[in-house]
């Protein structure tokens, strides 16, 4: 968990540069490194304990932030973080993490109204204050107010990817004794909602299990304490409960303990109707356990096939799995290549062959390279000069692999009118494109919509990207009739993306499942700016088995050879 906090220091120490209006490669350089540290797939510590110099090899880390991530690895504590935040008002870096807020409105709004607070943002706006200022008006007040209320809905749940990490430290740490036999997560975690509100952790062996939970480092405070379970709250917040049960009981407790409550009422039914109990404790037949040990028990035992956790909502699971016990949902082994990736030929941080060894390593047969078009300028979007002459780079580079294919493309922005900002005869040149919204998200519904659904007609697009525009915790969806999409994407042949970065994950159970009965391939795409991002897809593939995907339903579950034969379809 120390990646967490080190990426949060960054973070911080770049969002304070940017109130006192520091230089912008000053700024970005840290927010980079704050990305990069916390999607990478790698402990600090243990890197640094094993040879220091090893940190030279973390993308985007410079020798000024290796050096920063050494003090904090070893005295707790980032000096020029300390140093910053004293120069800055608290509340501030709230103000400034609200969607649509920057750091020149949380100046203005400081130096304006002494608004040093999100309590105080709010109460300026309510009086009607802030569109009295220069460049603001009633809208912008009126989206300010927005804003602030979605904050509070957006930031009171923990993202699957921050809570894999910090359950995984914790089993980490766990494992570490021998007082335990078996531990692992339960929950929402377990069942890979998007969003977690807090951590199941069950083990198995002795109470004195409890007292060595309790001793784990990153605990704040312990709240309550037993002989079987306790509740702490992190540093970070975060609560996690842990509960021992008896071995010969740990696959009962697992499958209570991941739920859902109304999938365990309707297992609990099914149980009854064959004069059996089932609970925490095991499958009971009078006062006999007759099974517990596993979960594959419990599902024999009622006469079920094994349902995965991911599916155990009561949505029609059961009823389902009856009809089709040998349903295989996709699994990260089946994906066969990424098809939306950016190089630091635009906004990333990694070289094309830096991708290309990364995703040669992850046994993917190919890897699309599709970095941004012209009008998004800030992420240096290619023009179609650039995007030709990457394309021969690509070209030539694809002469020298071996065992993987680099894919021309691009990621095209969808401008307001649904058009392009591309021309076609350079799209033309491409293997694959993607076309994404980044602009204009808060048109109505329809015109949302009827926007969507001209770049999907568009003949050669292949892939509609991260189509709600939701990042999980920071923004909400826009508008959009994701059915009429689904319609539209099915007519044309056009794949819809579930994009895999954590803070996306941006389609839900419901609309996978309604693709997979329309036909509608779904691209599992992690969207990844450095080669850190690729192993993201595992998060794609759990929300993909959450909405019931088989390998088939995956654009890329495909071979090479078929997948280029697909993309051909459209031209």
């Keep these: 968990m120390e990646n967490q906090k080190i990426a949060h220091i960054f973070q911080e120490i770049g969002d304070i540069l940017e109130i ?25 510590r243990d890197i640094y304990e094993k040879d220091p110099k090893l940190l030279d090899d973390i993308p985007g880390i410079g020798k000024a932030l290796m050096e920063k991530i050494i003090e904090i690895l070893t005295t707790g504590d980032c000096q020029t973080y300390l ?19 920057g750091p020149k409105k949380t100046k203005l709004f400081y130096d304006e109204l002494g608004i040093d607070s999100v309590i105080k943002l709010k109460d300026a706006a309510r009086r009607s204050l802030l569109r009295e200022l220069p460049g603001m008006g009633e809208k912008s007040e009126a989206d300010v107010l927005e804003s602030i ?7 009171a749940r923990i993202p699957l990817h921050d809570a894999m990490i910090t359950a995984e430290g914790i089993l980490a740490y766990m494992h570490k004794s021998k007082l335990v036999k078996k531990a692992t997560y339960a929950g929402s975690l377990r069942r890979r909602r998007r969003t977690i509100g807090d951590i199941d952790i069950l083990a198995s062996g002795p109470s004195e299990i409890i007292d060595y939970f309790c001793e784990f480092p990153d605990i704040s405070y312990v709240e309550a304490k037993g002989d079987t379970k306790a509740t702490v709250i992190l540093e970070s917040g975060v609560q996690v409960d842990l509960r021992v049960v008896p071995e010969e009981s740990f696959g009962a407790a697992l499958y209570y303990f991941t739920g859902s409550k109304a999938h365990n009422i309707a297992t609990r039914k099914i149980a009854q109707k064959l004069g059996l109990k089932i609970n925490e404790y095991g499958v009971f037949k009078g006062e006999k356990s007759i099974a517990g040990t596993t979960e594959e028990e419990i599902f024999t035992t009622i006469k079920l096939p094994y349902i995965i956790p991911e599916m155990r909502e009561d949505t029609g699971e059961i009823e389902f799995m009856r009809k089709h ?14 098809l939306h990736s950016h190089t630091d030929w ?36 290619l023009d179609a000069n650039r995007l030709e002459a990457q394309i021969r780079e690509i070209d030539k580079l694809n002469k020298e692999l071996t065992g993987l294919t680099l894919l021309k493309g691009v990621e095209v922005d969808i401008l307001r009118d649904g058009s392009l900002d591309m021309p076609d005869d350079v799209l033309s040149q491409l293997d694959i494109v993607v076309a994404s919204v980044h602009t204009y998200f808060k048109l109505e519904e329809k015109e949302q919509t009827e926007r969507l659904i001209r770049a999907i007609r568009h003949p050669y697009v292949n892939i509609l990207g991260h189509p709600t525009g939701k990042l999980v915790g920071q923004r909400e969806a826009y508008d959009v009739d994701l059915n009429k999409l689904m319609h539209a994407a099915k007519d044309t042949g056009t794949a819809i993306e579930l994009n895999c970065n954590p803070k996306r994950l941006d389609l839900d159970a419901k609309h996978l499942r309604a693709a997979r009965d329309m036909g509608v391939l779904i691209a599992l795409d992690t969207d990844a700016h450095n080669t850190a991002h690729l192993p993201f897809v595992k998060y794609g593939v759990s929300i993909a088995r ?17 997948l280029k034969k697909h993309l051909n379809l459209k031209k």
């Excluded at 927010?31 to 797939?41: D, E, G, R, S």
């Excluded at 140093?83 to 807020?101: A, E, F, S, Y």
């Excluded at 209320?149 to 930031?155: F, I, K, M, N, Q």
């Design 20 to 44: 006192l209006g520091d230089s912008r490669f000053r700024i970005r350089s840290y927010h980079k490194a704050a990305q990069v540290i916390h999607a990478y797939p790698y402990h600090l």
């Design 346 to 381: 635009s906004d990333g941080d990694s070289t094309l062959e830096e991708m290309a060894a990364a995703a040669k390593a992850l046994g993917y047969e190919y890897l699309a390279i599709t970095d941004h078009s012209p009008s998004l300028k800030v992420v240096h979007g």
């Design 546 to 562: 959450r909405g019931w995907l088989e390998p088939k339903n995956v654009l890329n579950t495909m071979s090479l050879p078929k």
């Design 149 to 155: 209320e979605s904050y509070g809905r957006l930031t």
């Design 325 to 338: 016990p040998n349903y295989k949902t996709v699994s990260v082994a089946d994906i066969k290549g990424e």
């Design 83 to 101: 140093r910053l935040v004293k120069q800055v008002k608290p509340g501030l870096l709230d103000v400034l993490r609200l969607r649509g807020i």
